[in-house]
Nanobody, 130 residues
């Protein structure tokens, strides 16, 4: 059974940091692009970052550039999102998602679209507040 499980969310003060993890089970991540998405209350789900199956290509939304880093450890079957200098507007539920095997959508030039991603985790809440 394909499953993605996010962890690492929580309450943090502005300027703080969190490291989100996305652990896969039931399949190996080696052949899948992975995206991180965020959904704030009352807003649509938006792409924050993605990483190609090899790790050689990454994308960051403008709001994440310079503050977030996406990485993957295929040996651990896990993808990470390191978030620094967090702001109130980063608040939301963060989801990781994978493409179908063999479908490579992560591009440094295009915001990842939820429609391109097949398997989703349950999400982890990130709240940035003083």
């Amino acid at each position: 059974q394909v499953q993605l499980v996010e962890s690492g969310g929580g309450l943090v003060q502005p300027g703080g940091a969190l490291r989100l993890s996305c652990a896969a089970s039931g399949f190996t991540l080696d052949y899948y692009d992975i995206g991180w998405f965020r959904q704030a209350p009352g807003k649509e789900r938006e792409g924050v970052a993605c990483i190609s199956s090899s790790g050689g290509t990454t994308y960051y939304a403008d709001s994440a550039k310079g503050r977030f880093t996406i990485s993957r450890d295929n040996a651990k079957n896990t993808v990470y999102l390191e978030m620094n200098n967090l702001k109130a507007e980063d608040t939301g539920v963060y989801y990781c998602a994978s493409t179908y095997r063999g479908y490579y959508y992560c591009s440094p030039y295009a915001t990842p679209s939820p429609r391109e991603y097949a398997y989703w985790g349950q999400g982890t809440q990130v709240t940035v507040s003083s």
